[in-house]
C-alpha cells in the first residue's frame, strides 16, 4: 500500500503538530541567539520532523524533458507573485523585520540551511504531508491548502511576529495551490529557493 496516498494514524498526526508547536516555541527563545544557533536549530527541527513524515511524502514524481522546463517557470512566478504579494501585506505591520545573514560564515549557512536544506524540507513536510493529511481528512483542498499556510506560517514565528508570520503564510497559500494544481512538489521546491535566495540578494 502507498502510504502516501492514505490517512496517517491520528496518533502520528497528533505527534507531529505537537513538534510544530514545540519547535516554534523553543525557537522563539533563539530571538537574540548567535545565527550559527538559530541556523544549527533550524536543521535540527527538520530533520526531526522529516524523520516523523518520511515515510508518508514523496518527491515523486520527477520532472522530464519539457515538464523540467514547465516547473521552472511556475516555481519562478509562484516565487515573484509570494514575493510582491507579501511585500504587500507587510504595509500593514510595524514590527521590526527579520535581519539577514552578514557575516561571510553566516551567509553561507544561510545559503545551506535557508537556500538548499529548507526549500526540500518545509515542501516535503508542509505541502507534502501537512495538506495532504489534511485534505484526507476534510475533503476539502481549499482548507487544506489554507490551514497548511497558517501552520507555515506558526513555524516561523521565531523570526519576529507578524513581519515572518506574514510573509510565511503570504507565500504559503500559493506554494499550497502549486502542490494540488501540479501533483509534485517540484515547482514548489523551485519557488521556495527562488524566494530564500532573493531575500539574501535583495538585503
Not at 536549530?41 to 527538520?46: D, K, V, Y
Not at 517557470?73 to 514575493?83: C, D, R, V
Not at 501537512?130 to 481528512?137: D, G, K
Amino acid at each position: 500500500m502507498d502510504k502516501t496516498t492514505t490517512p496517517a494514524p491520528g496518533w502520528q498526526l497528533a505527534i507531529v503538530l505537537c513538534a510544530f508547536a514545540l519547535t516554534a516555541v523553543i525557537a522563539k527563545g533563539f530571538d537574540s541567539s548567535p545565527y550559527f544557533t538559530t541556523a544549527t536549530f533550524g536543521i535540527l527541527s527538520h530533520l526531526t520532523l522529516l524523520l516523523l513524515v518520511s515515510s508518508r511524502v514523496s518527491l515523486r514524481p520527477f520532472p522530464k524533458g519539457f515538464g523540467i522546463m514547465r516547473d521552472l517557470l511556475l516555481g519562478t512566478g509562484a516565487a515573484s507573485f509570494a514575493w510582491f504579494a507579501s511585500g504587500y501585506a507587510l504595509r500593514f505591520t510595524t514590527s521590526k523585520p527579520y535581519q539577514p545573514p552578514n557575516s561571510p560564515a553566516e551567509i553561507a549557512l544561510y545559503v545551506i540551511v535557508s537556500v538548499l536544506i529548507a526549500p526540500v524540507s518545509e515542501e516535503l513536510i508542509f505541502r507534502g504531508y501537512m495538506q495532504e493529511q489534511i485534505a484526507m481528512r476534510t475533503a476539502s483542498q481549499t482548507i487544506a491548502v489554507t490551514l497548511q499556510a497558517i501552520l507555515f506560517g506558526a513555524i516561523h514565528l521565531r523570526y519576529g511576529l507578524p513581519y515572518m508570520l506574514i510573509i510565511a503564510v503570504t507565500a504559503g497559500l500559493p506554494l499550497g495551490i502549486l502542490a494540488f494544481a501540479r501533483k509534485s512538489l517540484w515547482p514548489g521546491i523551485i519557488a521556495h529557493t527562488v524566494f530564500n535566495a532573493a531575500t539574501l540578494v535583495t538585503k
